[in-house]
Nanobody, 123 residues
Framework: VQLQASGGGLVQAGDSLRLSCVAP????????MGWFRQAPGKEREFVASISWNGGSTVYADNVQGRFTISRDFAKSTVYLQMNSLKPEDTAVYYC?????????????????WGQGTQVTVSS
């Protein structure tokens, strides 16, 4: 299963970016999806997740209020709108499909991963 993540780039602090991730409908339509990120020298960490129907979302504390996760079922796509970006948001961002309909912070809950897209925020 191949997930296609895109939308990363180089921006300045305070700017916005929207990441997109296209997942095959057969593997994502009844599954929660999530975004994770990994900064250089650090472990991969949870960013946000959304339930199979889009009705429930979970955010990491350090992005709550700045990032919004959403999904478009017609396009089999999950988005991560990132506002008020900070240099500490710099990382490779990965999208993932969960094993279940509702999911959260644990990486072990996700069984399909995208290739990652780089986000760099300059100060």
């Amino acid at each position: 299963v191949q997930l296609q993540a895109s939308g990363g780039g180089l921006v300045q602090a305070g700017d916005s970016l929207r990441l997109s991730c296209v997942a095959p409908r057969r593997t994502s339509s009844n599954n929660a999806m999530g975004w994770f990120r990994q900064a250089p020298g650090k472990e991969r960490e949870f960013v946000a997740s959304i339930s199979w129907n889009g009705g429930s979302t979970v955010y990491a504390d350090n992005v709550q209020g700045r990032f919004t996760i959403s999904r478009d079922f017609a396009k089999s796509t999950v988005y991560l709108q990132m506002n008020s970006l900070k240099p500490e948001d710099t990382a490779v961002y990965y999208c993932a499909v969960s094993r279940s309909s509702y999911s959260g912070r644990e990486m072990t809950s996700y069984n399909y991963w995208g290739q990652g897209t780089q986000v760099t925020v300059s100060s």
